[in-house]
């Protein structure tokens, strides 16, 4: 038989020398023959010192791959090539498991002939464990910064875990409500587990995830886990890893393994690092999925509020808002019912999704707080503020919901301030059980701005209303006025001129004061019919053709006579303007408007109207000028508005009411044109109207 082992004084040496160094040290010859291995180097590949003299060949020991290369480089040094004597060989342990070890070799002479390779190893398994699971680290971390869902970030996960901790496969779970989902895996079976859920109340699973601790199970057939559902799937051995937090674990993180085995100290700890990241990744995930979320119920407000607006009318928004509703909501159906206190009912008035038959049943049912009613306690709940959900028809109702075809429904109460105003229902014909979070919102935030919304409509309407009534109030009141006061002055006027008979001095002033006040109170009936009018939307435009002289005519004989002494008073020359086709009363109205305020607030100098024809536009230009008291430049926008008046400086009679140029502007805006102020205080003020000279048809 062929030596397989040094010969004697070098066996006796080798023993002394390496027998208990720490590294692995052995020898073999040019064929492969282990001839020599120290202590170390024994344990290290499984071999005793029996195994050994029986022959262990290098084949046993090293992986396929490495031993062919090991071979060529024992031969080549044998041969006396010089050989890159370090190097990193993977080696086959006896217990099938893998290891790293570094080498150094030598060749060994003897009488000048090299006959064996002497090879000093030391296991660097940890060493390169230790680098690979730092750059699966980074790998992982790469993910993190990368991947845009928690599915993909959890795959790179398991693999590199299960790659790393060297277990058949990784199962990432994270919990969804009272469930846990396996989002991810990696591995044995992975492409079938995933999508897997287990309610954490009743399942193994759920067990460790409530006892959220580190759990290791080398050998689960001998373990407290014998008869669970991992057994039956074949798992052996398991380690799993609560992905942990402040408050419940985010989920769990299991690694499982087809045969029995140990995981040592240092595997856990990678396992519990692994455990770490997955968890910033899994909250980093789900604030993500939070705040798309935020942004999706947002956005879905948004357009409801949106939709909203564009009506005031509450008809047409109970429409909106069912039909928001059902469309945000996503669901098959949604209902309004505005509450009634007098009738002590909600009252359908609109809907979405309903065929018409059950609507006209439900609209004549009414929805009458009654615990006799199709859904008992309900409509209570809805009157005390509170959301109440119906999964499935409640017990006793089935027939009801079946003949409604709805499976499951949302009611939610309208409300403001804790006065409810309405009902907002939406739900489903088919698919029952809860409503997630994202639906309630957006039925709350729906039902919420439609509270607003019917308020304001109501409001709206009331306002009109009452607009309405006083403008009514305001203008058959001065019809009222003005007969009788026609009348008076009917009356004082024929007084006046002696047509009763000769008055004294003293009667003949007290008629002209009366005449004086009968005059402006008659003005101002007439502005005010002008206003009321205005508001009430009936002022039209009465287009006439006619000349501007005649106007003038008429304004210079009303207005001559309120013209102070010390002020002259200019009129355009006769044949100014060609003739003008527009509303005539109205036109005088704001040249009048406009020259008495002239009048009014000018004791000295000069009041003039201007005319000008522009032939290229076809318009009309008149311009007040006035050398009285000016308008403060902050007084300049407002007094064209209603009321609007600066300072008191008149005497009562002459006192207007604010509501001269307010008429003015409106007329100008009527008759197609604008009217512009240019003043100060002292300088005077200049009032200029432009109107097209045919005013556009209405
Ligand atoms: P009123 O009935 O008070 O004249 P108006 O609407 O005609 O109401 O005018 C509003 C206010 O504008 C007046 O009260 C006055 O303060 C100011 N105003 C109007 N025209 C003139 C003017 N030509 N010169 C100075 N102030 C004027």
Redesign the pocket.
């Known amino acids: 038989m062929m030596r397989r082992s040094l010969p004697g004084t070098l066996a006796r040496q080798f023993e002394e020398i390496f027998e208990d160094a720490p590294d692995i040290v052995l020898a073999n010859d040019g064929d492969g023959w282990v001839l020599a291995a120290n202590r170390a180097a024994r344990e290290f590949v499984g071999y005793t010192a029996e195994d050994l003299r029986r022959g262990v060949h290098l084949r046993q020991i090293l992986a396929p791959q490495d031993f062919e290369v090991a071979m060529g480089l024992v031969r080549r040094a044998l041969d006396g090539e010089r050989i890159f004597p370090v190097g990193e060989r993977e080696v086959e342990l006896r217990d099938g498991s893998r290891r790293f070890i570094e080498v150094r070799s030598s060749v060994l002479r003897r009488r000048g002939r090299p006959f064996a390779l002497l090879t000093i190893g030391r296991d660097i398994t940890e060493k390169r464990e230790a680098a690979e699971f730092q750059e699966s680290l980074v790998e992982v971390s790469r993910a993190l910064l990368t991947a845009p869902r928690l599915e993909v970030v959890g795959r790179v996960l398991c693999t590199a875990a299960g790659r790393i901790l060297r277990v058949d496969g990784a199962y990432l779970w994270v919990r969804e409500g009272d469930d846990l989902a396996l989002i991810a895996a990696a591995g044995w079976g992975a492409e079938h587990v995933v999508g897997q859920r287990r309610a954490i109340a009743d399942s193994t699973i759920g067990d460790i995830y409530r006892a959220s601790d580190v759990l290791v199970v080398h050998d689960l057939a001998h373990s407290l886990y014998a008869d669970s559902d991992w057994a039956v799937l074949g798992v052996q051995a398991m380690l799993a890893v609560p992905l942990r937090r402040e408050g419940p674990p985010l989920g769990v993180l299991v690694f499982a393994d087809r045969n029995p085995r140990g995981f040592t100290r240092v595997l856990r700890d990678r396992a519990v690092i692994f455990a770490t990241q997955l968890t910033v990744a899994v909250e980093a995930a789900l604030a993500r999925e939070r705040e798309e979320e935020e942004g999706k119920v947002s956005a879905a407000l948004l357009r409801v509020g949106n939709a909203m607006r564009s009506s005031l009318r509450e008809d047409e928004l109970v429409v909106q808002i069912a039909r928001s509703a059902r469309d945000e909501g996503a669901c098959d159906w949604a209902v309004v019912g505005m509450w009634n206190p007098r009738a002590n009912r909600f009252e359908v008035v609109a809907a979405e999704g309903w065929r018409g038959e059950t609507l006209a049943e439900l609209g004549l049912l009414g929805l009458r707080p009654n615990p006799e009613g199709p859904s008992p306690g309900v409509l209570e709940k809805v009157l005390r503020c509170e959301t109440v959900e119906l999964p499935s028809a409640p017990r006793g109702f089935e027939a009801f919901f079946a003949r409604w075809q709805v499976a499951s429904c949302l009611v939610v109460p309208m409300h403001r301030g804790g006065r409810v105003v309405g009902l907002l229902a939406l739900g489903y014909r088919q698919r029952t059980g809860p409503f997630s979070p994202r639906e309630r919102r957006i039925a709350e935030g729906v039902a919420a701005q439609a509270a607003v919304a019917v308020e304001n409509a109501r409001l709206v309407e009331d306002l009109r209303r009452a607009n309405r009534l006083k403008t009514e109030f305001v203008s058959t009141m001065s019809h009222e006025l003005r007969t009788p006061l026609s009348a008076i002055l009917g009356y004082a006027e024929l007084m006046r001129a002696g047509a009763m008979g000769a008055l004294t001095e003293d009667q003949a002033q007290a008629l002209d004061r009366v005449l004086l006040n009968g005059a402006a109170l008659l003005e101002l009936i007439d ?1 005010t019919l002008d206003v009321s009018r205005l508001e009430a939307g009936r002022a039209t435009v009465a287009a006439s053709h006619f000349a501007l002289d005649s106007v003038v005519a008429e304004l210079r004989e009303e207005l001559g006579a309120r013209c102070p002494p010390q002020v002259a008073l200019e009129w355009p020359p006769e044949g100014a303007l060609p003739a003008l086709t527009t509303d005539r009363p109205k036109l005088k109205a704001i040249l009048r ?2 020259v ?3 009048l ?3 004791s000295v100098g000069k009041v003039s109207v201007e005319a000008e024809y522009d032939s290229e536009r076809d318009w009309v230009r008149f311009v ?1 000028r ?1 050398t ?4 403060p430049a902050h ?1 300049l926008e407002s ?12 005497p009562s009679s002459r ?10 502007r409106r007329f100008t805006e009527l008759l197609g044109g604008k009217v512009s ?1 240019e ?1 100060a205080p002292g300088r ?2 200049v ?1 200029i109207v432009e109107l097209p000279r045919q005013a556009p048809a209405r």
């Open positions: 502005t408007n406009l008495d305020n002239a009014k607030f000018t007040v006035d009285g008291i000016g308008i007084a007094i064209f508005e209603m009321f609007q008046q600066v300072g008191r400086s008149l006192q207007g009411v604010g509501l001269g140029l307010y008429v003015v102020v003043s005077g003020s009032f």
